[in-house]
């Protein structure tokens, strides 16, 4: 059998691994001329993923079986266009696909099924009647775009008006949405569906870098220590979601908003969480999302069993940088051979640009810590933070340490 994996990011690492050990052959398209994922691919082409025509093409020329991602939105999208097209396997239909990617009709399903989540507007222009009711401060997004790209926070009128026209010339569709700001801690939840019964394999904090302007994960922290009803909301929440979008046998990931009290979700994708976030629910439930995102895509359906994490408390850590060009990480693997760290990742490839941090896409690496309590947790990070460097071509130090706050 032949694959074609879209996006060459790290999750895409761990998937094209799951495929070879599988005796199917690999091929890899990716925008960029280096991605990480590169060196484990059969074949590598600089393609964009977001382009149709273009990997129809490739796909119909190469006579592959089926098309296939992991962790990304976009390329998803683009896998279930293919996919129907060719006639080729794919676990989400297009039409299906194309919803959970769009924020404006997830919205209105959320709405209309009584999925709790904040008050919003969503159009090409800005509307004064849709909009004078919402209260400020604001966030303003593209409705199909991920890695925090264009997210906006917005306190008065004119800083709306100049996000909004940003996030709608992000958009491919010319579309921006706009809701209110929901105030507390923001939790991302991983949920494989099965035989439509939802499953939630893990939940996280997601922390976010100080900054009124933008939405930059720079650490994400297991367990989620909220309420008792809190986590049952979670698990009911999921489930109306599965119900809503008619997700049979599928993974989702839910990002919501919990003051202790009630949630609120933000969005969904079908589809787990990016960045390490399939190494942390294997680590958190025993669950490999990757794994099962190739047996959907081949027919089978994988059975949940979760399992008790692998320790109390488990946190990664992700890194940027200051503008540069990357060469080289110094300290990571003595700290992972010493056991300070369980491991570290790398997201950008030798000579990438490296421009600062404004998305979840700038992030250069991260690592993985975990302890069994909050002191050895913290004397880990200590360690890590003190040893760790980002090296550019001229040798010079380019990692944000002052990212690197205390734990």
């Given at each position: 059998m032949k694959a074609l994996v879209l996006a060459g990011g790290y999750p895409q690492i761990a998937l094209i691994q799951e495929l070879k050990s599988r005796g199917i052959k690999v091929l890899l398209a990716d925008y960029y001329p280096a991605p990480v994922a590169k060196p484990f691919a059969d074949?590598?082409?600089?393609?964009?993923?977001?382009?149709?025509?273009a990997i129809t093409e490739l796909a119909k020329?190469?006579?592959?079986?089926?098309?296939?991602?992991?962790?990304?939105?976009?390329?998803?999208?683009?896998?279930?266009?293919?996919?129907?097209?060719?006639?080729?396997?794919?676990?989400?239909?297009?039409?299906t696909a194309l919803r959970v990617t769009n924020k404006s009709y997830m919205k209105?399903?959320?709405?209309?099924?009584?999925?709790?989540?904040?008050?919003?507007?969503?159009?090409?222009?800005?509307?004064?009647?849709?909009v004078a009711g919402?209260?400020?401060?604001?966030?303003?997004?593209?409705?199909?775009?991920?890695?925090?790209?264009?997210?906006?926070?917005?306190?008065?009128?004119q800083s709306l008006e100049q996000a909004f026209d940003n996030a709608v010339a992000l958009s491919r569709t010319g579309t921006a949405i706009v809701e209110e700001f929901v105030q507390g801690a923001e939790i991302t939840v991983d949920v494989q569906v099965e035989q439509g019964r939802a499953y939630v394999l893990s939940k996280a904090y997601s922390d976010k870098i100080p900054d009124d302007d933008k939405f930059v994960i720079y650490r994400t922290r297991f367990p989620v220590e909220e309420p008792e009803a809190i986590h049952d909301m979670i698990q009911d929440t999921a489930q109306k979601i599965a119900d809503a979008f008619g997700l049979h046998n599928s993974m989702m990931l839910i990002q919501l908003i919990s003051d202790g009290q009630r949630i609120r979700v933000l969005e969904f994708s079908a589809r787990t969480g990016g960045g390490v976030k399939h190494e942390l629910i294997k680590r958190v439930s025993g669950f490999d999302v990757i794994k099962a995102v190739v047996d959907l895509t081949l027919g089978q359906v994988p059975h949940v069993q979760v399992q008790p994490p692998e320790s109390k408390y488990i946190t990664n850590v992700f890194l940027y940088c200051r503008p540069g060009v990357f060469d080289r990480l110094v300290g990571f693997q003595e700290l992972k051979e010493q056991g300070v760290i369980t491991d570290?990742?790398?997201?950008?490839?030798?000579?990438?640009?490296?421009?600062?941090?404004?998305?979840?896409?700038?992030?250069?690496?991260g690592f993985t810590l975990q302890a069994e309590d909050l002191d050895t947790l913290r004397q880990k990070y200590d360690v890590v933070r003190k040893r760790i460097k980002v090296l550019d071509a001229q040798g010079q130090d380019i990692l944000r340490h002052d990212l690197l706050g205390e734990l």
């Open positions: 074949r590598f082409y600089q393609v964009s993923t977001l382009d149709v025509e020329n190469e006579a592959v079986d089926f098309l296939i991602t992991a962790c990304t939105d976009q390329a998803l999208l683009t896998v279930a266009k293919v996919s129907e097209t060719l006639g080729l396997p794919c676990y989400l239909d297009y039409d209105d399903v959320f709405h209309r099924f009584g999925i709790p989540t904040a008050d919003y507007f969503v159009g090409a222009q800005l509307e004064e009647e849709r919402l209260q400020y401060p604001c966030i303003v997004k593209p409705v199909d775009c991920n890695s925090s790209k264009g997210v906006a926070k917005v306190y008065d009128r570290y990742f790398l997201f950008k490839w030798q000579g990438a640009k490296m421009t600062g941090a404004a998305s979840s896409g700038d992030r250069i690496a």
